[in-house]
C-alpha cells in the first residue's frame, strides 16, 4: 500500500522525509520518491526499488529546502518503473502530488486532458491529478482553488499531498477514502498517511475526515471542510510505541489485514462498478471471456481455495463448466485443452513456482490466461494475457487474509458479468447482485466490531485435539480455508470436510476433544446439516455453527453460533471466512505463537 508523508518546518526536508518514508517501508513498496520546495524551484527525484536505490541518487547531490512530500508506490496502475513512482508532476513541472488510492474516472479526466493537448508521462492514475491542478492553476486560480476545482472532479479514493514551486510556504494535503494524519510539531508540521512517519516529530496528531482538506503552513495548519469552511479540531496524543504503530495499533499484522478487509474489498469492488453496471477498465471482457465455454481455474493454497468458491460462483451465475485444480498437480497432468477454454490463474504474490509453471503450460496448450493477483509487475502479471488485480494493498503476514476475500471479489464480478453476457440472470437480479455486492464492505465491518466473541470462544477451544470444518457448496470451500488458517498459525490439527462426506469415513474420528466448526450459509441445505452436526455430537464433539443473523435453525444442535449479517447464500464467502480467520488468529495467540510468522512457511513460495 502506498505511504505518504510531508514536511514543512526548520529541518532540512530531504532527510526528514527520507526518515518518515523508511518508517513506512513495512507497508510494503515497489518505489520510492519525493518532491522538495526551495526558494521558487521545486525538485522532484524518484526511483524503483528500496529507498537505498533513491538515497543512492540522491548522493552526490545537494537538495536544499525545509518543505517537501515524499511516497513509497505499491503499484496498482502501470508497472513499478522510475516513470511510475510519484511525485508526479504537471505540464510546468512546478506542481507535484502524490497520491495514496484509486482515481476510478482516470481515464476519462486523462482524454479531457489530452484533449487540451496535456501530455501525459506515465501509466498511473495519479498523474491525472497533477495535471488537473496545474491546469486550473494555468487558468489563473490560486494554487487552493486549483486544487478544490480538481477535488470536485475526481471519483474514487485519494489521501493526496501537493507542493508548488511558487508557494514554498505550504503543503496542501486533502483525504477521501483513504487515512491521512496531521502531526503537528514546534515550529514544523507534518502530514502522513501512518502515524509511524510522524512519531520522530511530534506525537500530537489530528485525524482527517472524508473530504477534508489541510494548508500546512511551517507555524500553523488550516484545516477545513469540502466547502472551504474552516474547521478545530484538537488534536488527539498518541501513545503507541513504534512496532504498534507501523500494524496501526493492532498487536499484529494478520489482525490488522483482517481488519483491513472492509476497505480491501470496497476498492476492488468500487472502481469497477459504473453506473450500476460491472465495467473492468484492464480489458475487453465480451471479447476476452465471451467464447469461453469452459472455464479452467489453477491455484495454490488459499488462491486455490478461492478458485473453489469460483467454481460455484460461475456454475451458478453464468451456467458454465469449471474445472479447479490444484497448480502443482495441473502441471503433471496431461491436461485436455479446448481452443475455446479460459484459463484463469490465481495468486497474490504472482510469484508461486507451481502457479506460474501451470500457467506456462496452458499458455503452451494454447489456452487464453486471465491472473488475478495483488502485485503489479509480479511475474504472473507479466505473462499473463490479462490482469485483474485485487486492490488489496500488500499483505504482510504469511497467512492470506485480505487478499484471498478480495479475490474472491474479483470472481464473483467475473461469474456475474459472464452471467450476464449469455444471458443466464436477468437484468433486475444482475443489479439486485451487484447492490448486495456494495453492501459487503459495512458487513464485514459489522463482524469486526464482534471479534471480541470469537476470542472469547477461541479462549475456551485453542487446546482441542483437532478442529474439523464442514459445510456443503460455498461452505465446503470455506471450510477448506478455514482449516488452513488454522493449522498454518496455531498448529492444531485441523481439516475441511464436505459435510455429506463425514459418514464415508472422517467421522471415526470425531470424539470429546474434537471441535466441529459448521459453515452454515446454505439455506436449501440446512436439514442436511443439522443431522451432519447432530452424527458429531453424538460422539461427543462440540460444536460451533457460523450461519446467518436472525437463523434459529441450529439454536438446537449447536453449543454456540456466530451470526453473520445475512446477504445473498451464494456471497456468503466474503463474510464467513472472517470470523474463521479470528478464530485461527486468536487460537495462535492463545497457544503463544506468533502468527505473522508461521513456523515452516514463507510468504512467497518461489521454489517447488
Ligand atoms: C495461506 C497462504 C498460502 C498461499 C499459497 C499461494 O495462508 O498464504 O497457502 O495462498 O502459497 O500463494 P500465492 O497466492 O502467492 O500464489
Known amino acids: 500500500m502506498c505511504g505518504i508523508t510531508g514536511y514543512i518546518g526548520r529541518e532540512e526536508a530531504i532527510f526528514v522525509?527520507?526518515?518518515?518514508?523508511?518508517?513506512?517501508?513495512?507497508?510494503?513498496?515497489?518505489?520510492?520518491?519525493?518532491?522538495?520546495?526551495?526558494?521558487?524551484?521545486?525538485?522532484?527525484?524518484?526511483?524503483?526499488?528500496?529507498?537505498?536505490?533513491?538515497?543512492?541518487?540522491?548522493?552526490?547531490?545537494?537538495?536544499?529546502?525545509?518543505?517537501?512530500?515524499?511516497?513509497?508506490?505499491?503499484?496498482?496502475?502501470?508497472?513499478?518503473?522510475?516513470?511510475?513512482?510519484?511525485?508526479?508532476?504537471?505540464?510546468?513541472d512546478r506542481i507535484a502530488v502524490v497520491h495514496n488510492g484509486i482515481i476510478e474516472n482516470y481515464l476519462r479526466l486523462k482524454e479531457w486532458l489530452q484533449a487540451r493537448e496535456v501530455v501525459f508521462k506515465s501509466e498511473?492514475?495519479?498523474?491525472?491529478?497533477?495535471?488537473?491542478?496545474?491546469?486550473?492553476?494555468?487558468?489563473?486560480?490560486?494554487?487552493?482553488?486549483?486544487?478544490?476545482?480538481?477535488?470536485?472532479?475526481?471519483?474514487?479514493?485519494?489521501?493526496?499531498?501537493?507542493?508548488?514551486?511558487?508557494?514554498?510556504?505550504?503543503?496542501?494535503?486533502?483525504?477521501?477514502?483513504?487515512?491521512?494524519?496531521?502531526?503537528?510539531?514546534?515550529?514544523?508540521?507534518?502530514?502522513?498517511?501512518?502515524?509511524?512517519?510522524?512519531?520522530?516529530?511530534?506525537r500530537e496528531v489530528v485525524y482527517m475526515e472524508d473530504g477534508e482538506l489541510v494548508v500546512l503552513y511551517r507555524d500553523h495548519v488550516e484545516l477545513m471542510n469540502a466547502q472551504g469552511d474552516h474547521i478545530v479540531r484538537p488534536p488527539s496524543h498518541v501513545d503507541w510505541d513504534a512496532d504498534a504503530a507501523e500494524k496501526g495499533g493492532f498487536a499484529h499484522f494478520m489482525l490488522k489485514e483482517i481488519h483491513d478487509q472492509a476497505k480491501a474489498l470496497s476498492d476492488t469492488l468500487r472502481p469497477r462498478i459504473k453506473t450500476g453496471e460491472i465495467s473492468f477498465d484492464e480489458f475487453d471482457f465480451?471479447?476476452?471471456?465471451?467464447?469461453?465455454?469452459?472455464?479452467?481455474?489453477?491455484?495454490?493454497?488459499?488462491?486455490?481455495?478461492?478458485?473453489?468458491?469460483?467454481?460455484?460462483?460461475?456454475?451458478?451465475?453464468?451456467?458454465?463448466?469449471?474445472?479447479?485444480?490444484?497448480?502443482s498437480e495441473y502441471r503433471y497432468r496431461s491436461p485436455v485443452t479446448e481452443e475455446n477454454d479460459l484459463f484463469i490463474v490465481i495468486s497474490q504474490s504472482g510469484e508461486t513456482a507451481?502457479?506460474?509453471?501451470?500457467?506456462?503450460?496452458?499458455?503452451?496448450?494454447?489456452?487464453?490466461?486471465?491472473?488475478?493477483?495483488?502485485?503489479?509487475?509480479?511475474?504472473?502479471?507479466?505473462?499473463?494475457?490479462?490482469?485483474?488485480?485485487?486492490?488489496?494493498?500488500?499483505?504482510?503476514?504469511?497467512?492470506?487474509?485480505?487478499?484471498?476475500?478480495?479475490?474472491?471479489?474479483?470472481?464473483?464480478?467475473?461469474?456475474?458479468?459472464?452471467?450476464?453476457?449469455?444471458?443466464?440472470?436477468?437484468?433486475?437480479?444482475?443489479?439486485?447482485?451487484?447492490e448486495d455486492l456494495g453492501r459487503i464492505p459495512s458487513q464485514a465491518e459489522k463482524i469486526l466490531a464482534r471479534q471480541d466473541l470469537i476470542q472469547r470462544f477461541a479462549s475456551r477451544q485453542f487446546n482441542k485435539q483437532k478442529v474439523f470444518f464442514m459445510g456443503r457448496q460455498f461452505d465446503y470451500a470455506i471450510s477448506l480455508e478455514s482449516a488452513l488458517k488454522l493449522k498454518e498459525i496455531s498448529y492444531t490439527h485441523s481439516e475441511a470436510f464436505a459435510a455429506g462426506e463425514l459418514k464415508h469415513g472422517p467421522i471415526a474420528l470425531v470424539d470429546k476433544d474434537t471441535l466441529v466448526v459448521t459453515i452454515a450459509t446454505q439455506t436449501v441445505l440446512f436439514d442436511k446439516l443439522i443431522s451432519n452436526i447432530r452424527e458429531t455430537s453424538a460422539r461427543g464433539a462440540s460444536s460451533l455453527v457460523i450461519s446467518w443473523e436472525g437463523e434459529t435453525s441450529f439454536e438446537s444442535v449447536a453449543d454456540e453460533i456466530f451470526a453473520i449479517p445475512k446477504t445473498r447464500d451464494c456471497f456468503s464467502p466474503l463474510l464467513s471466512i472472517i470470523p474463521a480467520q479470528l478464530f485461527a488468529y486468536y487460537c495462535s495467540i492463545q497457544r503463544g505463537n506468533n502468527p505473522d510468522k508461521p513456523r515452516n512457511l514463507a510468504k512467497s513460495v518461489t521454489v517447488e
Open 17 to 92: 522525509l527520507l526518515d518518515s518514508l523508511k518508517k513506512l517501508e513495512y507497508r510494503g513498496y515497489d518505489s520510492t520518491g519525493i518532491a522538495i520546495l526551495h526558494e521558487g524551484t521545486l525538485t522532484v527525484r524518484k526511483a524503483k526499488g528500496h529507498i537505498t536505490v533513491l538515497e543512492e541518487k540522491l548522493k552526490n547531490e545537494q537538495i536544499r529546502g525545509q518543505a517537501g512530500i515524499g511516497h513509497t508506490r505499491w503499484a496498482t496502475h502501470g508497472e513499478p518503473s522510475d516513470i511510475n513512482a510519484h511525485p508526479h508532476t504537471g505540464v510546468s
Open 124 to 202: 498511473t492514475d495519479t498523474e491525472v491529478v497533477a495535471h488537473l491542478i496545474d491546469y486550473y492553476y494555468r487558468q489563473g486560480s490560486g494554487l487552493l482553488t486549483a486544487v478544490q476545482h480538481t477535488l470536485k472532479r475526481l471519483e474514487g479514493s485519494y489521501a493526496l499531498a501537493i507542493t508548488a514551486a511558487d508557494y514554498p510556504d505550504r503543503i496542501i494535503a486533502a483525504r477521501k477514502d483513504s487515512p491521512l494524519v496531521i502531526g503537528l510539531g514546534k515550529d514544523e508540521n507534518l502530514v502522513a498517511s501512518d502515524i509511524p512517519a510522524l512519531l520522530a516529530h511530534t
Open 286 to 327: 465480451d471479447e476476452f471471456c465471451g467464447r469461453a465455454r469452459r472455464i479452467v481455474i489453477t491455484a495454490c493454497g488459499t488462491a486455490w481455495h478461492a478458485a473453489m468458491v469460483a467454481k460455484y460462483a460461475f456454475e451458478h451465475f453464468a451456467r458454465i463448466p469449471v474445472e479447479v485444480d490444484i497448480a
Open 354 to 434: 507451481d502457479t506460474l509453471a501451470a500457467m506456462r503450460l496452458a499458455k503452451k496448450g494454447g489456452n487464453r490466461i486471465l491472473a488475478i493477483t495483488n502485485v503489479v509487475g509480479s511475474t504472473l502479471a507479466r505473462e499473463a494475457d490479462l490482469v485483474l488485480f485485487t486492490m488489496a494493498g500488500p499483505e504482510i503476514a504469511v497467512a492470506s487474509t485480505k487478499a484471498f476475500t478480495t479475490q474472491l471479489m474479483c470472481l464473483y464480478l467475473l461469474a456475474l458479468k459472464l452471467g450476464k453476457l449469455h444471458s443466464r440472470i436477468g437484468d433486475a437480479e444482475y443489479r439486485a447482485c451487484i
